[in-house]
C-alpha cells in the first residue's frame, strides 16, 4: 500500500532501475510516516561504507509524541536493508556519470514500512517540457473523450 510519493523525482529524472529496501526507523518515525508526515525533498541514495543509506528524509513529528522532538533527528541518515549483491549492483550503476539514486515513494507492506528508489539519470530541460507537454495532451484527449460519451449517452 503506497503511503508517500516523490512525484517530483519522476518529473525531473529518467528512471533506470527500481529496487525496494527496508527502512530502518526509529518507533515513533513508523507512526508519524503512516500519518503522512514525510516528505523526499531533497533525499537522495548513497553508499556509505558498503551500506546504502537514505540521506536527508524528512519524517515529521507523531501528533500524539512527546514534546522533545529535534528537527535535525526528523532529517537524520537512515540505513536501508538491502542484500549484497543488490548493493554492488546499485555501487557500479552509481558510479557512471550523471546518475544517481533517489527514493520514489514509501510503501506499506505486510506491516513494515519499504523504501522504493530507483537509480535515475537527470533529464535536460527540454525533456521535462515535452514530458509536460505530453501529459498535458493526454489529460485534453482524456477530457474530450468523457465529453464525447457523455453527449452520446445523454441525447
Do not use: C, W
Amino acid at each position: 500500500m503506497l503511503i508517500t510519493k516523490n512525484r517530483k523525482a519522476l518529473f525531473d529524472n529518467e528512471i533506470i532501475d527500481k529496487y525496494i529496501a527496508g527502512i530502518i526507523l526509529h518507533g515513533f518515525e513508523v507512526k508519524a510516516i503512516k500519518e503522512g508526515k514525510a516528505n523526499f525533498e531533497g533525499s537522495y541514495i548513497q553508499i556509505i561504507e558498503d551500506k546504502p543509506v537514505v540521506v536527508n528524509m524528512y519524517i515529521g513529528k507523531y501528533s500524539k509524541q512527546s514534546k522533545d522532538f529535534n528537527e535535525y533527528e526528523a532529517r537524520r541518515t537512515r540505513n536501508l536493508l538491502l542484500n549484497k549483491n543488490e548493493i554492488l549492483k546499485i555501487v557500479r550503476e552509481i558510479a557512471q556519470k550523471g546518475k544517481t539514486a533517489v527514493p520514489l515513494s514509501l510503501l506499506l507492506d505486510k506491516g513494515k514500512i519499504k523504501l522504493e528508489f530507483a537509480v535515475v539519470k537527470g533529464k535536460k530541460e527540454y525533456e521535462k517540457k515535452q514530458t509536460a507537454k505530453e501529459r498535458q495532451i493526454k489529460k485534453d484527449l482524456e477530457r474530450e473523450t468523457k465529453t464525447i460519451r457523455s453527449n452520446i449517452y445523454s441525447g
